[in-house]
């Protein structure tokens, strides 16, 4: 995760590089819960935690949140 840019105060490299600005990092219950100020968020997005063909995240605990795209079936 870039630790020396996140010790910086920076964000990690590939959240800077991504030009269509759909990749943030923070504190994983602020993803989880919308509550993160992030591009990456629509105003209608809601985050979730699993999507299809990924294992159940109360088995794997990962730190991660998706947001589904508006046409898509979670």
Request: a neutral charge; proline letters at 9%; hydrophobic letters at 40%.
């Amino acid at each position: 995760m870039c630790v020396d840019e996140i010790e910086a105060g920076r964000k990690p490299y590939c959240v800077m590089a991504c030009m269509m600005r759909v990749l943030d990092i923070g504190p994983i219950e602020a993803l989880w819960d919308g509550s993160h100020k992030t591009t990456a968020i629509g105003p209608h997005d809601k985050p979730v935690r699993q999507v299809k063909n990924f294992a159940d995240p109360e088995l794997t605990h990962p730190s991660i949140a998706f947001v589904p795209h508006s046409k898509g079936k979670v």
